[in-house]
């Protein structure tokens, strides 16, 4: 498990909102749901869509929390 999925995994559990680049698109204050391993790779579900872990870049760990 790398640092940014340790403080991803962080996140969820402290319930922080968090903000990320994922395929050229900027997301802001999404708040992580849970943090799922399928074979050898990690998705992120939130309350609308599933992001693949490998796709997000630039990811930031806001203090607001929801």
């Given at each position: ?6 403080f991803?995994d962080k996140?969820?559990n ?5 903000s990320?680049i994922?395929e050229?698109k900027?997301?802001?204050?999404i ?15 939130t309350?609308?869509?599933v ?5 997000i870049?630039k990811?930031q760990?806001l203090?607001q929390?929801f």
């Amino acid at each position: 498990m790398n640092i940014q999925l340790r403080f991803l995994d962080k996140a969820v559990n402290e319930k922080n909102f968090i903000s990320f680049i994922y395929e050229k698109k900027d997301y802001k204050n999404i708040k992580p749901l849970k943090l799922i391993q399928k074979e050898d790779k990690y998705f992120l579900h939130t309350q609308t869509i599933v992001f693949e872990f490998d796709k997000i870049k630039k990811l930031q760990i806001l203090k607001q929390r929801f």
